[in-house]
């Protein structure tokens, strides 16, 4: 490559699925980013599926993902750089020619596959492998990065956590979700499963005359929910509102009391931003990855005991609105901005 011509950097977005994963809007965001605050320094191409192909139609060349991916890439010394978005690389790092740097949002399978003599060798063989063949190694919270530094130590000194962006949500003149709550409620969104720990949050509503909406992919988990807001009568002032539209949750930000957010497995925690963007409190577990992103403004469940939960909420509501810090909220929101994290990704793009 000569010294006018632009680094040919290849991003792969094929991990988006949906319009309600994680990973659908962390590609999203940093596609968009990237391209807006590119200003013509890099010529960019995006690797995803064909069925996501209108998210970036028109604004970038496309590559699209093959099943002959998996074993030949046509273009594997096409590019000078190539980022692998997320750890499960489809489009895996020894088939291409380039400098190479991969996204970790987690290790989460570590945990979810702990007594699975068969499935987690082989994650802890891929995921080494992906880490060896990579030049740089990007985690998206501190958490992560010690957590990668634990269970795969080559990967220290080519290691750097660069944090996610969050969009700011606009809410939708005259919009109104189908599930509306008759009474003050209070929010929380992910997918339905034991690692969010939902089932905690009965317990916040036995001195209260409150409600909880919950919104996000519905499993049988939920069953648990309801068994737990049966035992703190409770159970007809939650919503399970299964999966919601981006005006839905911009109407349950900012309607709601506050968030909760008790998640045991969180590589980042973008509906704490979401909410601190509406100048709401947020109320966190004290785990993973969320203390790193609520900061001083977040109040945290220390311990899931029903009494200590109560005990944070109600003086949490109590201390916010007291000091009013709505706007402490949303400042700390506005840290996390997608054109911050992709113009520190391409910094690593350039090599600096």
Request: charged content about 20%; glycine content about 6%.
């Amino acid at each position: 490559m000569s010294k006018q011509e632009k680094p040919k950097v290849l991003v792969t977005f094929d991990s988006m699925k949906n319009a309600n994963t994680g990973l659908f809007y962390f590609g999203q965001g940093l596609g968009n980013a990237l391209l807006q605050e590119n200003k013509d320094r890099f010529k960019f191409s995006f690797y995803l599926k064909f069925k996501n192909r209108k998210i970036f139609a028109g604004k970038v060349p496309l590559v699209f993902l093959a099943k002959m991916h998996k074993l030949f890439f046509p273009g594997r010394s096409k590019y000078d750089v190539v980022h692998f978005t997320d750890q499960f690389c489809r489009l895996k790092p020894e088939l291409v020619n380039a400098r190479k740097i991969l996204t970790i949002h987690d290790l989460n399978p570590i945990i979810e596959l702990k007594d699975d003599a068969r499935l987690l060798p082989i994650y802890f063989e891929t995921m080494g492998r992906h880490i060896d063949n990579s030049d740089q190694i990007v985690a998206i919270s501190q958490f992560v990065a010690d957590d990668i530094v634990k269970h795969f130590p080559q990967a220290k000194d080519k290691l750097s956590v660069i944090y996610n962006g969050a969009d700011k949500l606009i809410p939708v003149a005259g919009h109104q979700p189908q599930n509306i709550p008759q009474k003050k409620f209070l929010f929380t969104i992910g997918n339905v499963s034991p690692k969010k720990n939902f089932h905690v949050l009965p317990a916040l509503f036995q001195h209260n005359n409150l409600q909880l909406v919950i919104a996000g992919t519905v499993t049988d988990y939920q069953h648990k929910i309801m068994e737990e807001a049966a035992k703190f009568n409770c159970a007809d002032r939650i919503i399970i509102a299964g999966p919601v539209s981006d005006a839905d949750k911009a109407w349950y930000y900012q309607n709601c009391e506050a968030l909760v957010f008790p998640s045991l497995a969180e590589g980042f925690g973008l509906p704490v931003i979401e909410a601190m963007y509406f100048g709401k409190p947020v109320f966190l577990s004290n785990l993973t990855s969320l203390p790193e992103i609520g900061g001083d403004v977040a109040y945290y469940f220390e311990s899931f005991e029903p009494t200590a939960m109560q005990k944070v909420l109600a003086e949490g509501l109590e201390h916010f609105h007291q000091n009013n810090l709505a706007e402490a909220a949303k400042q700390r929101a506005a840290l996390f901005t997608w054109a911050r994290t992709a113009q520190q990704y391409m910094a690593l793009y350039e090599g600096t």
